[in-house]
């Protein structure tokens, strides 16, 4: 069956550190994968989008890396902060559900300082 | 700047009543959009998405129900809704389809 698969437990990192969260997938070939933060109550926040021959994409203190073959995401947080506390979710757009994205259970992320 | 708005904010409704929930999207033409709802803990799931006015693809079988009568409005209805249409309900769009998606701030919607 097709899954994606986020950390369930929430990750606790201390300020400054860098987080790491993972997201992997089965049986997809997808086209984009994009991450998004999502803070309790409001709707999802577009971080970043990678492409399924990009290997890394950065943008400011994030990070993600795409491995077609592991079929993994790593999402990294640098210098990490307190605000950063969030819910981040990976979703996959694949060409057999018509692009439309296909969403992950989210990893709850807690930095304390 | 693009802007999108969802109302109400939350909603409390009993079982079999009927629902609508709107959602329009300022600073922007023919955006694709986009219903999803999200179980507690839960990924979103993709109700219905459209591309254009009057296109409505359905994901999901259930008793709700979408619709897009001008270029920038989309609304989520039910006839009779059920307990089990209890979450949290997100209007979503995008420029160019599986790329990425600009939420609204949702709905919380407890039927009851």
């Known amino acids: 069956s097709q899954k994606i698969e986020q950390n369930s437990e929430a990750l606790n990192i201390q300020e400054g550190k860098t987080a790491t969260l993972t997201c992997n997938y089965t049986?997809?070939?997808?086209?984009?994968l994009q991450w998004y933060r999502q803070d309790p109550g409001r709707g999802p926040v577009f971080l970043l989008l990678i492409r399924e021959n990009e290997k890394e994409k950065r943008k400011e203190r994030l990070k993600v890396t795409f491995d077609t073959t592991l079929k993994q995401s790593l999402f990294h947080i640098t210098a990490s902060q307190p605000a950063d506390s969030a819910t981040y979710l990976c979703?996959?757009?694949?060409?057999?559900?018509?692009?439309?994205?296909?969403w992950g259970a989210g990893t709850k992320l807690i930095i304390k300082p | 700047s693009q802007t999108i708005h969802q109302w109400p904010a939350t909603l409390v409704q009993p079982v079999g009543s009927p629902l609508s929930l709107e959602c329009t999207v300022e600073g922007t033409s023919n955006p694709n959009l986009y219903w999803y709802r999200q179980a507690a803990g839960r990924g979103l799931q993709l109700l219905f998405y459209s591309v254009g006015i009057g296109q409505i693809s359905s994901e999901v079988p259930q008793n709700l129900s979408a619709s897009r009568p001008q270029d920038r409005q989309f609304i989520l209805s039910s006839k009779k809704l059920l307990l089990s249409d209890s979450g949290f309900y997100l209007c979503a769009w995008s420029v160019i389809v599986g790329q990425e998606q600009f939420f609204g701030p949702g709905t919380r919607l407890t039927v009851l």
């Open positions: 049986n997809y070939s997808p086209a984009y």
């Open positions: 979703a996959l757009s694949v060409m057999d559900s018509n692009y439309q994205l296909i």
